[in-house]
């Protein structure tokens, strides 16, 4: 009989499993594994992608999970590599995205002992994972894997963590390797729970679907879209449900809702008679932010149970395939639908003054570029095919209000832990997937540098990434909200950089708009461009207080 290692078994799951990269960084408890990923001879084996920083490597295998749907995988070795994660899993956990963390381990017997690496791996990540084991037995490896990957993806999909210790690894494994199991499948709710669905839609004056992480699964959005073409429906997204509105259905389009209570869509939401909430998940944006004073009932359509407050109780909750769910609803809608001329005649007067806040005011400061204007040349550049991943920080809030996006998962935030440095890695991973594809990063000067190191990586891999920084010197999120509440900043100025000459010091392009440079050339330049290029742009964020402020008058009703 043939024995095989724990290494070699668990690269055999994972082809097994389809997996096609691991993201991470090597160290002697785990070396193992990273020998076989490299050496291995199996022409399905995964592509083994080495980073700059444990963390990055996890952003980038929550993007694969984000993108696919299927989860992504991370590998480090003990101590701090397994500490490193911390991070990366809470953010993929928190946001929905499936991740399969494997981490070293000291062998067995020091488990017990203060040796060199020896932390509590199981227990550290735990809280931050969906499902966090150590194996004890090379023979279980396989099946840890397995069970890693089924509640990884199961939802509320996330990141999930399996310690291996350096002698389960070495060790020879017995038991056979795993199939693939076939993925959990969810049906549709009771018919009697459809029609009173269906009915209240019908008897509503004022019905609006909140539309949120998990209606943007490729399945979901399609079924979306095909039951609005039927019951037309005003629609407001959540950052994370970027793209579910097509460019046929702009008309429904009411902006997108996270952060601050004054937009278009927390306006609507507030007025509605009515709320259809669908793949909704309160850490995008909190119940208490929208659903305060409101008098309407509230209908939960989702592949989970909702988590219920004192301000998310809905009258109606509905668990299942949102896909099938929403296929099977609009068949219960014979004759045509539609709004009421009056309400019909209110939203286009409120999509009318929503689509004019978009358009950038006549300016010309010294500062830097308004960043309306920023946001209308960036959206000239970018097709409906480009994916564009977006970090933390002020110029998230103006992307996420303003940039327009038509396909699902093509406009990336990270508005569950709103975690810094997630843009690049994420661009990456994308790139990875989309080789032939333009990638665009947009960041600010802040947190770019969170994980900067990583342009090395893009380099190697040839990623074809425009990755944008806003330039203005501040942790401006924080600055302008400090000088909202108290009248100054306190903590939020740091040095400059030079990011041309960061970008070439690792073999990027590097670019800068400034006099006489504008951004359009700039722009045209940088898309025309092979490779990862990193244009500096300087942005005046002096209307940034207008973003806590701004808030929408009831004129219209």
Same mark, same amino acid.
């Given at each position: ?30 070396? $193992?594994?990273?020998?076989? +990923? ?53 953010? !993929?956990? &928190? ?11 000291? %062998? ?27 194996? *004890?037995?090379? #023979?279980? +490896? ?28 070495? !060790? ?17 709710? !009771? ?33 979306? $879209? ?22 046929? +259905? ?23 008679? @009515? ?12 119940? $208490? #932010? ?9 209908? #939960? ?6 988590? @219920?407050?004192?301000?998310? %109780? ?21 004759? &045509? ?10 939203? *286009? ?14 300016? #010309? ?12 040349? @960036? ?47 994420? !661009? ?65 100025? /740091? ?8 970008? *070439? &010091? /690792? ?39 207008? +973003? &806590? ?9």
């Amino acid at each position: 009989m043939v024995t095989k290692s724990g290494a070699q078994i668990l690269v055999e799951t994972m082809v097994n499993y389809g997996i096609k990269y691991v993201f991470g960084i090597p160290g002697a408890k785990i070396d $193992r594994l990273f020998e076989e +990923l490299e050496h291995s001879t199996n022409p399905q084996k995964p592509r083994l992608i080495i980073t700059r920083h444990e963390q990055n490597a996890a952003f980038m295998a929550a993007a694969i999970g984000r993108l696919t749907g299927k989860p992504g995988v991370v590998l480090v070795t003990s101590g701090p590599g397994v500490a490193n994660l911390t991070t990366g899993l809470v953010t !993929a956990s &928190s946001e929905g995205d499936p991740v399969i963390a494997l981490g070293g381990q000291v %062998q067995r017997d020091d488990l017990a002992r203060l040796t060199h690496q020896s932390i509590p791996n199981q227990v550290i990540l735990s809280p931050v994972t969906k499902y966090s084991v150590e194996v *004890q037995d090379p #023979n279980n +490896l396989s099946e840890a894997f397995a069970n890693a990957y089924q509640s990884a993806v199961d939802a509320k999909s996330g990141a999930v963590f399996i310690s291996i210790p350096q002698d389960v690894i070495n !060790a020879d494994v017995k038991r056979p390797v795993m199939r693939r199991n076939p993925p959990m499948a969810q049906g549709v709710p !009771a018919k009697q729970q459809l029609a009173d669905f269906a009915a209240q839609i019908k008897q509503a004056q004022l019905p609006v679907i909140l539309a949120g992480m998990r209606a943007s699964d490729q399945a979901a959005t399609q079924a979306l $879209r095909s039951f609005l073409q039927k019951v037309p429906l005003p629609v407001v997204e959540t950052f994370q449900g970027a793209g579910i509105i097509s460019h046929e +259905l702009e008309h429904l389009f009411f902006g997108r809702v996270g952060l601050f209570h004054n937009q278009t869509g927390d306006m609507l939401l507030k007025k509605a008679d @009515l709320v259809i909430t669908i793949g909704y998940d309160p850490i995008e944006y909190e119940a $208490r #932010n929208w659903n305060q004073e409101r008098t309407g009932k509230i209908i #939960n359509l989702d592949s989970v149970a909702p988590e @219920l407050t004192q301000e998310y %109780q809905p009258e109606m909750v509905l668990q299942g395939n949102l896909a099938d769910t929403l296929k099977a609803l609009a068949e219960l809608f014979v004759d &045509s639908y539609q709004l009421k001329a009056t309400t019909k005649q209110q939203l *286009q007067t409120i999509k009318a003054e929503f689509d004019r806040k978009d358009i950038p005011p006549i300016t #010309n400061s010294a500062a830097g570029l308004h960043p309306l204007q920023i946001v209308e040349e @960036l959206q000239r550049h970018v097709d409906d095919s480009m994916i564009v991943t977006v970090d933390v920080g002020s110029h998230y809030i103006w992307m996420a209000r303003h940039f327009r996006s038509y396909q699902p998962r093509h406009l990336l935030f990270s508005n569950g832990m709103q975690t810094l440095g997630v843009a690049l890695p994420w !661009a990456i991973a994308a790139s990875l997937l989309h080789p032939q594809q333009k990638v665009v990063s947009v960041a600010g000067d802040g947190g770019f540098l969170f994980s900067g190191q990583e342009l090395e990586t893009a380099v190697r891999l040839h990623s074809n990434i425009v990755q944008l920084v806003w330039v203005d010197g501040y942790y401006d999120m924080v600055r302008f909200q400090e000088q909202t509440k108290y009248g100054h900043d306190a903590g939020v100025k /740091f040095g400059p950089v030079d990011f041309v000459q960061y970008a *070439q &010091s /690792f073999g990027a392009t590097g670019l800068q708009v400034d006099k006489q440079h504008d951004l359009q050339t700039v722009l045209d330049q940088a898309f025309a461009q092979e490779g990862p290029v990193v244009v500096a742009i300087p942005v005046d964020y002096s209307h940034n207080q207008e +973003l &806590s402020q701004d808030l929408l008058t009831d004129q219209f009703y």
